[in-house]
């Protein structure tokens, strides 16, 4: 499967569909009467704490502004990155400041600092990733969002079926919907895989909560970092995991999957790491051949539709959701050798998910 960075390709000069949301993604030139059409249009993003270069959610979004500008040479990126939660509303203030033709907040701990912006700013545009805030006025707000256990759960049937172990793990950054909702599809698709193909497969760190998920609310119990910046946690985490038998862990964590890794370096041949958010083997090429596949989610896309439909004026608020059956998230293979036949099952269940056949809940299957 190729990138979601790459879906916009698939589009051509048609536009991208964002939920109710229609984006044009293929202009290149900037139409008359638009913001950018007297010269720059700003597109600024506020990072979360995990920073510009986290290989995950926030470096991807930096991705979407730059693929942008590349699309619409008036488009000038430029991004501030969260040290902490109280960085928030400074940076938003500032960009706001600075006039920018759309800011894009990344995550959902930025939820109350957006809407709070957003309302006091009804006419600047906004975006945030990974959240819809609750009850905003302002109508210039568009909330990007994906269904991730659509995703996780494919990663679930691969991770089920390459383990040699017969145990797989998982743990999260920190016990929000945005992260467990991936968690959870992981233990769905375990689940399926054991009924489907009479396999015995156990996941670690997280035990799914009665009922549904749904993007604002996901029940549960699990392990979890706290943050997404502790490397270190994430591989004491997986150094835990893997000595408990797993032999392939998902770390739903941002950069601190970053200490998975170094943990399946050190622990040596035959440990593997689920990768998040942006397709391991492009954010870092180096570490490949660790990853088994990434659960992805189509953030640069998405980012850079929003931006350019800004630049274009033909911005609206909203809701878009991503899913399997419009590209927003994907499972991409990594640098490990994937049966065929595994495939082949894999690609059986999108199927089916996408047709609404077979249900990404965990608890519709026995658990393990």
């Known amino acids: 499967m190729g990138s979601v960075r790459r879906l916009t390709n698939m589009f051509g000069a048609a536009a991208l569909v964002l939920g109710t949301i229609t984006i044009s993604v293929a202009a290149t030139t900037v139409a008359v009467g638009s913001a950018g059409a007297a010269g720059t249009f700003k597109a600024c993003v506020v990072t979360d704490t995990g920073g510009i270069n986290d290989k995950s959610f926030n470096e991807s979004a930096w991705n979407g502004l730059q693929a942008a500008a590349k699309k619409d040479p008036s488009i000038v990126p430029s991004y501030l990155s969260s040290t902490s939660s109280a960085d928030y509303a400074p940076n938003i203030a500032s960009f706001v400041s600075k006039g920018c033709g759309i800011i894009v907040t990344v995550g959902f701990l930025m939820d109350a600092a957006t809407a709070a912006a957003a309302d006091?700013?009804?006419?600047?545009?906004?975006?945030?990733?990974?959240?819809?805030?609750?009850?905003?006025?302002?109508?210039?707000?568009?909330a990007l969002q994906y269904e991730t256990d659509q995703a996780g759960f494919l990663g679930g049937i691969l991770a089920a079926g390459m383990t040699k172990t017969g145990t797989v793990a998982e743990y999260g950054g920190e016990n929000f919907p945005a992260v467990t909702?991936?968690?959870?599809?992981?233990?769905?698709?375990?689940?399926?895989?054991?009924?489907?193909?009479?396999?015995?497969?156990?996941?670690?760190?997280?035990t799914p909560g009665k009922g549904a998920c749904s993007l604002a609310a996901c029940a549960g119990k699990g392990t979890f970092v706290g943050n997404f910046t502790d490397q270190t946690a994430g591989k004491t985490i997986t150094a835990g995991d893997y000595a408990s038998g797993a032999d392939i862990v998902f770390p739903v964590a941002g950069s601190v999957?970053?200490?998975?890794?170094?943990?399946?370096?050190?622990?040596?041949?035959?440990?593997?790491?689920?990768?998040?958010?942006?397709?391991?083997?492009?954010?870092?090429?180096?570490?490949?051949?660790?990853?088994?596949?990434t659960v992805a989610k189509g953030v640069e896309p998405s980012v850079e539709a929003a931006v350019l439909s800004a630049a274009q004026g033909t911005f609206k608020g909203g809701s878009y959701i991503g899913t399997l059956a419009n590209n927003g998230t994907q499972l991409e293979y990594g640098g490990v050798k994937i049966p065929s036949s595994l495939k082949a099952k894999i690609a059986t269940a999108k199927a089916g998910v996408i047709a609404g056949t077979i249900s990404v809940n965990p608890n519709k299957y026995p658990a393990s």
């Open 120 to 142: 006091a700013h009804p006419n600047q545009k906004f975006a945030i990733v990974d959240d819809l805030p609750t009850a905003p006025k302002s109508h210039e707000l568009l």
């Open 181 to 206: 909702l991936y968690m959870n599809g992981y233990v769905a698709g375990v689940r399926y895989y054991n009924k489907e193909y009479g396999t015995k497969v156990k996941v670690l760190g997280w």
């Open 257 to 293: 999957g970053l200490g998975s890794v170094a943990a399946a370096q050190q622990a040596g041949a035959g440990h593997y790491v689920m990768w998040v958010d942006s397709n391991g083997c492009e954010s870092d090429a180096t570490d490949c051949k660790y990853f088994v596949g």
